[in-house]
């Protein structure tokens, strides 16, 4: 099956258009001259209002003192991202106060198993940069989430090479606060297959779900609506 550049264009494209809709910076270089107040201001909003809720109105933590700024600037945050840009098609981050993540696009149709086995072992050890960065609580700094989705247009390619691939995409260091979580996209099926977790992660992962947080940041439902606005 002969894939077109066309239909990788529209397709990242499409996707531009689904990270901007969702709050995600595009590319290496934050567009935000305020990144730093803003993402404070609106955290320690945040941090008021839920521990006004737990106490019933008595804040009982200074959210001025117990989260801080990295200090991080637009030339660290973008000389942290700019490694990535070489292997993946497209950047899409935040940076917050819970973890860092990146959400990459992989046009994975003409990588051999080898070929992603080893950007996999590269956009793993690119995430040291990024946790410092953003904002800590109490002197702890987030996590650094890199979650890259490899978009396969070639269904026999996809048939082939996932299988092989999936065991291997999770990646988890504790100490270093680094995650790597792929997802395989089937475009002429329409479908997303995340990589579970392991080990204590896997039920960090099911304890957030069972209290309604939402793990995956792109789903089936999101893919089907970058999909349809290609058409």
């Not at 950047?91 to 051999?112: P, Q, R, T």
């Not at 800590?136 to 996590?143: I, K, L, S």
């Not at 947080?213 to 349809?228: G, R």
Request: overall charge neutral; glycine content about 6%; proline content about 5%.
């Amino acid at each position: 099956m002969k894939i077109s550049s066309g239909m990788h264009r529209r397709f990242c494209d499409a996707m531009t258009l689904w990270l901007q809709q969702n709050k995600y910076q595009i590319g290496c270089v934050p567009s935000d001259v305020n990144l730093t107040t803003n993402k404070v201001a609106k955290a320690i909003k945040l941090g008021f209002k839920l521990v006004r809720t737990l106490t019933n109105g008595t804040p009982s933590l200074d959210w001025n003192e117990a989260l801080t700024w990295s200090g991080a600037s637009v030339e660290e945050i973008t000389n942290a991202l700019k490694p990535f840009t070489s292997i993946s098609d497209l950047i899409g981050y935040h940076l917050g106060w819970n973890d860092n993540s990146l959400l990459l696009v992989l046009l994975a149709d003409e990588l051999s198993q080898g070929e992603t086995s080893q950007r996999f072992d590269e956009l793993f050890e690119l995430a040291k940069p990024l946790q410092p960065l953003g904002l800590h609580v109490r002197g702890q700094a987030p996590e650094a989430i890199v979650q890259p989705l490899l978009v396969y247009f070639d269904k026999a390619k996809y048939v082939e090479k996932v299988p092989m691939l999936f065991p291997a995409g999770w990646k988890y260091s504790y100490w270093r606060r680094t995650i790597l979580r792929p997802a395989y996209i089937n475009v002429t099926e329409r479908t997303i297959l995340w990589t579970d977790p392991r080990g204590f992660a896997k039920a960090g992962y099911t304890l957030m779900e069972m209290f309604g947080a939402k793990m995956d940041p792109f789903s089936t439902q999101d893919l089907h609506s970058v999909l349809d606005s290609m058409a």
